[in-house]
């Protein structure tokens, strides 16, 4: 059987891009065209979507608020309506559409869910499952109703991710959140209808998640949670200070052994034992264990990671199960998928097992971003490392 690449995707990104716009007005053209989403390279896990910017749950751990300047705030939603956001990706010259294509996560600087954003979040959804059909992540901590759930769409693969931190101490850590017990609701409801809910443990918090991850793996499982995620916790000076007013801090700063937190910086605190830990506990209550987001995501959607972790051996049992999946791929293919989403001319391709090697004619006349973005793209569409050299 004949496993498809995103490489088609990527061959008809142009016109996809002109089929969105067809629908828009010049204004919103221009201004999708110029929103940060049309341009921004994608991080390992995905390319972020914010349906808005700042969040209003005060959570101790929580670095939006300092990053964004704001502290805890009512979310801003983003200017774009669903259908010019889906352009703004459609035109991002890293991206390539469909479900073989790049991971889309929501939830990395507001809560999708919350309920100034809900609207434009659902609004998003229904634009991507149109126009694109890519693989979709959201994280959360709200209550969807029954009426939200049902309004999410279906022939969109959505990895769903609700995130439970502490069952016990959720009101000091997460003050203005709704309690873990709605959020496991939420589990429930997505469940019956359909979807693939996981735990969303992260961050894991040192001195925590030792004493509560039976009990709360247990919950998220009796609920309807198909697995876990796990992350790490990443501080701050200003995250120390306020974990200290709950006597949190101290587990943590033990992990980081008196390494010095620079000013305004983040530092991941050491956890792969806290990882295997939580992921071994998650096993045996039969649960999938996922090491990143980005692994469930890709099992949701039921294709391999597009950040080739599996290749790197760092998602060892994952249920994925990535190298099975990998697609079979063309020479051909790839020069036309390269010819026409970028103009390039491939001199040469060479498609092996574990990578793809392209030369394409220009050298000394390419631009080093253009050739960034096509490599990343073929990257994603293949799911093979690639090396693309201009001759």
Excluded at 56 to 62: D, G, K, R, S
Aim: hydrophobic share 40%; with cysteine; aromatic share 4%.
């Amino acid at each position: 059987m004949i496993k498809p690449s995103g490489l088609e995707g990527l061959a008809r990104k142009k016109q996809v891009a002109q089929a969105i716009a067809s629908l828009m007005d010049e204004e919103a053209v221009k201004r999708a065209g110029r929103d940060p989403h049309a341009r921004r390279p994608p991080r390992p896990c995905g390319l972020t979507v914010h349906p808005g910017r700042g969040c209003p749950n005060a959570c101790l751990y929580c670095y939006v608020g300092d990053l964004l300047g704001t502290g805890p705030a009512e979310p801003i939603p983003t200017r774009l309506s669903g259908l010019e956001l889906a352009y703004a990706l459609a035109r991002n010259p890293f991206f390539v559409p469909g479900r073989m294509g790049t991971f889309l996560a929501m939830g990395a600087i507001c809560d999708p869910f919350h309920p100034s954003l809900a609207r434009k979040t659902l609004d998003i959804l229904s634009a991507v499952a149109e126009h694109l059909g890519n693989p979709t992540q959201f994280s959360t901590k709200m209550r969807l109703t029954p009426e939200l759930v049902d309004e999410l769409p279906k022939e969109l693969p959505i990895s769903p991710l609700i995130t439970i931190v502490t069952l016990e101490r959720a009101g000091e850590l997460e003050p203005r959140a709704p309690p873990p017990e709605e959020r496991l609701e939420t589990i429930r409801l997505l469940r019956k209808a359909g979807f693939k809910p996981m735990l969303f443990l992260r961050p894991m918090l040192p001195g925590l998640v030792e004493k509560e991850a039976d009990d709360l793996l247990s919950e998220a499982r009796q609920a309807g949670a198909l697995g876990v995620v796990v992350g790490a916790l990443r501080v701050s000076e200003l995250i120390l200070a306020r974990l200290a007013k709950i006597g949190l801090d101290r587990p943590v700063r033990a992990r980081l052994r008196g390494k010095r937190v620079p000013a305004g910086r983040l530092v991941a605190v050491p956890s792969s034992d806290l990882r295997e830990f939580v992921l071994s506990a998650a096993r045996e209550k039969g649960l999938l264990a996922f090491r990143a987001a980005c692994c469930a995501n890709a099992f949701c959607a039921g294709v391999p990671c597009a950040d080739l972790c599996w290749l790197r051996g760092f998602c060892t049992r994952c249920p994925n199960d990535c190298p099975s999946k990998v697609p079979e791929v063309g020479e051909d293919e790839v020069a036309e998928a390269l010819r026409a989403a970028y103009g390039l001319h491939a001199a040469e391709v060479r498609v092996e097992p574990d990578r793809l090697i392209v030369h394409v004619h220009g050298k000394g006349r390419l631009p080093r971003g253009l050739m960034r973005a096509a490599r990343k793209a073929l990257e994603v569409a293949a799911r093979r490392p690639t090396v693309l050299r201009a001759v």
